[in-house]
C-alpha cells in the first residue's frame, strides 16, 4: 500500500504535529485503510477540531481517542492507521498534561512508526491571541 501523507497546519502558537504514515497490521482498530488517529487531548474540539476538520476534508476517516482509549491500545492497533496527528489546543507551554498520555504511551505508538514523520513547530500568535481558528492552506 502506497503511504500517502500531507500537511495539517493547526493556526496555534508553538502548535506541535506529528503526522506519520504507519502501516497496516493485523489488528482491526481502524475503521478502514485511510483512518487517521487524534489523541483528542492535544487539539480543540475533538472531531470538530481544525486538525480533524482538515484531515476528513482530505479524504481520511477520523478518529479521535480519549487519553484512555489512547493508553488501552498496543502497537498493533497503532499499526492499522494511515497517521498520527498530535496537536496544540492552548497554543501554549508547557505541553503537560496534553501530551501526557503520548508521552506515557510512546513505547507503544513509536514502533509503529515506519513512514514519513513531519513535527511542525509554529509561532502563529495572531490567531492564537484572537482565537481564529483558520488553517493555512
Known amino acids: 500500500m502506497k503511504h500517502i501523507c500531507r500537511v495539517l497546519l ?23 485503510a485511510t483512518s487517521v488517529l487524534i489523541l483528542g487531548s492535544t487539539v480543540s474540539g475533538g472531531a470538530g477540531s ?8 482530505l479524504g481520511y476517516t477520523v478518529v479521535v481517542d480519549s487519553d484512555a482509549a489512547w493508553l488501552a491500545r498496543s502497537t498493533a492497533d497503532f499499526g492499522t492507521f494511515r497517521a498520527i496527528i498530535l496537536g496544540d489546543p492552548t497554543c501554549s507551554y508547557p505541553a503537560s498534561p ?12 513509536g514502533p509503529a512508526i515506519d513512514g514519513n514523520v513531519l513535527l511542525i513547530g ?15 492552506n
Do not use: H, N
Not at 50 to 57: N, W
Open 98 to 109: 496534553y501530551l501526557d498520555a503520548a508521552d506515557a504511551s510512546k513505547a507503544t505508538w
Open 10 to 32: 493547526p493556526g496555534a502558537l508553538a502548535c506541535a504535529m506529528l503526522f506519520a504514515a504507519v502501516a497496516p497490521a493485523s489488528a482491526q482498530s481502524a475503521p478502514d
Open 122 to 136: 509554529s509561532s502563529v500568535p495572531i490567531p492564537c491571541i484572537t482565537g481564529a481558528r483558520a488553517a493555512p
Open 50 to 57: 481544525v486538525e480533524a476538520v482538515k484531515a476528513a476534508g
